[in-house]
């Protein structure tokens, strides 16, 4: 697109998936040669479609998951079924599509919850048509776009000088950057819970593995999948992406190449987590056998030479002595000490 008489329009739908009546606020910018002339604010959704279907960039957000609404917005912009259906089914596998001139990419966005320190996850498909593009969105609560918001109110950003296909990378672009911020939040916790293994290997920390296993593993099946999905866009040839959009794609395929190098590194680490505790554990469980088999040997001569006088036998040596009990005692006593110098000796403990 120029960059003279340029007119962008931000619309952005907010929505409750409950059966209460539909809450919805769209945000409009028209531009003129990066001069924000007008703004608009609408509240009914059919009110807004003459608007959006005309040469403006336009970004509609759709905020809920409502087959109603999803299905209304889809027929007034061509999207096929096959690509609502997609839209409605949650927990899929990062894809991209390329069916009747839209090409749409199903991602997950990744946050850390600091509370619960622990990873949520987020569907987000992005329909990339001509002159818009809409994303739709789970949780109308969160996501990784503000800094997108800012840049649209930025004369000079490039998103504002570019087409709706530079929009649609700058938001799968974002929702990559993201993964790394939440994988710089896993490896600190890698660290930590490495610190505590070493100190004090037990329970907790088992479970800790465990939790944070799992999600490695929805890190690894969020961030692995995007790398097909970014080469198939660049592999698509759908006059929607420009020539000079490529490169920007291709920034992003080093990038997710990058995050799942990453994700295979911090797999590999909380293996040898795994390792360094069932280490720890074994090494824990040989000082307890070597301190009981200490003190089964020291009280092995007490036991022989109880049993030998405890013998039914008329004729044993120093049976009537009246020395006879302070002897074996005190045999029972030196001979101990012995072998514990003699442990010592050995470096046995």
């Given at each position: 697109m120029p960059s003279e008489g340029l007119r962008l329009a931000l619309v952005?739908?907010?929505?409750?998936?409950?059966?209460?009546?539909?809450?919805?606020?769209?945000?409009?910018?028209?531009?003129?040669?990066?001069?924000?002339?007008?703004?608009?604010?609408?509240?009914?959704?059919?009110?807004?479609?003459?608007?959006?279907?005309?040469?403006?960039?336009?970004?509609?957000?759709?905020?809920g998951l409502r087959k109603s609404d999803v299905e209304l917005i889809c027929n007034q912009y061509g999207i096929h079924y096959l690509i609502m259906e997609d839209i409605l089914s949650v927990?899929?596998?990062?894809?991209?599509?390329?069916?009747?001139?839209?090409?749409?990419?199903?991602?997950?966005?990744?946050?850390?919850?600091?509370e619960q320190s622990c990873v949520e996850i987020e569907q987000i498909s992005i329909v990339l048509g001509k002159n818009f593009v809409i994303s739709f969105q789970e949780d109308n609560k969160k996501d990784v776009f503000n800094p997108l918001r800012e840049r649209l109110k930025v004369n000079s950003s490039k998103v504002r000088q570019n087409g709706a296909d530079f929009l649609f990378y700058s938001m799968i672009d974002m929702v990559v950057d993201n993964y790394f911020l939440v994988m710089?939040?896993?490896?600190?916790?890698?660290?930590?819970?490495?610190?505590?293994?070493?100190?004090?290997?037990?329970?907790?920390?088992?479970?800790?593995?465990?939790?944070?296993?799992?999600?490695?593993?929805?890190?690894?099946?969020s961030v692995a999948p995007v790398r097909d999905m970014i080469n198939g866009i660049l592999r698509s040839e759908n006059p929607l992406i420009e020539e000079r959009t490529e490169k920007y794609f291709k920034d992003v395929y080093d990038h997710i190449v990058q995050a799942n190098d990453l994700?295979?590194?911090?797999?590999?680490?909380?293996?040898?987590?795994?390792?360094?505790?069932?280490?720890?554990?074994?090494?824990?469980?040989?000082?307890?056998?070597?301190?009981?088999?200490?003190?089964?040997?020291?009280?092995?001569?007490?036991?022989?030479?109880?049993?030998?006088?405890?013998?039914?036998?008329?004729?044993?040596?120093?049976?009537?002595?009246?020395?006879?009990?302070?002897?074996?005692v005190g045999l029972m006593l030196c001979i101990p000490l012995v072998m514990i110098k003699m442990f010592r000796k050995r470096g046995w403990f």
């Open positions: 952005s739908f907010s929505w409750s998936t409950t059966v209460l009546p539909i809450t919805m606020r769209f945000t409009i910018w028209q531009c003129s040669s990066g001069v924000l002339l007008k703004y608009f604010v609408y509240s009914s959704l059919i009110t807004c479609f003459p608007f959006i279907n005309t040469s403006t960039t336009s970004w509609i957000n759709v905020e927990g899929q596998r990062p894809k991209m599509d390329d069916i009747d001139g839209i090409l749409f990419c199903l991602m997950n966005m990744l946050y850390f919850n600091v710089e939040k896993l490896g600190e916790k890698i660290e930590t819970l490495e610190e505590d293994i070493v100190k004090n290997s037990d329970n907790r920390s088992l479970s800790n593995i465990n939790q944070l296993r799992k999600e490695m593993i929805i890190l690894k099946r994700a295979e590194n911090y797999r590999d680490m909380m293996m040898n987590l795994h390792d360094l505790y069932l280490s720890n554990v074994n090494l824990k469980m040989n000082e307890v056998m070597k301190v009981m088999a200490v003190v089964t040997c020291l009280l092995a001569p007490a036991t022989v030479i109880g049993g030998i006088f405890g013998m039914n036998f008329e004729s044993i040596p120093l049976l009537h002595n009246k020395w006879g009990f302070f002897i074996s």
